[in-house]
């Protein structure tokens, strides 16, 4: 089991903890419509990788 040498501060803890690493969000567009969206996210018309996943009420 593992035991640590010395205790580690809240202040030396946080400073692990930050999320200061993380950027920003990829935008991908899309190959059929052309419409931007996040990645791995369907565009807002339902469209994701080419095809129609979901389809709008108002057709």
Known sequence: ???Q?????R???GMRRS????GTATISTDAETGE???RH???PDGFYK???IV????D
Do not use: W, Y
């Not at 389809?55 to 108002?58: A, D, G, V, Y």
């Open 1 to 3: 089991m593992a035991v």
């Open 36 to 38: 931007r969206h996040l």
């Open 19 to 22: 999320h200061d690493s993380l």
């Open 55 to 58: 389809r709008n009420n108002e």
């Open 41 to 43: 996210n369907m565009t």
């Open 11 to 13: 202040s030396r803890r």
């Open 5 to 9: 040498k010395s205790k580690v501060s």
């Open 50 to 52: 080419g095809r129609q």
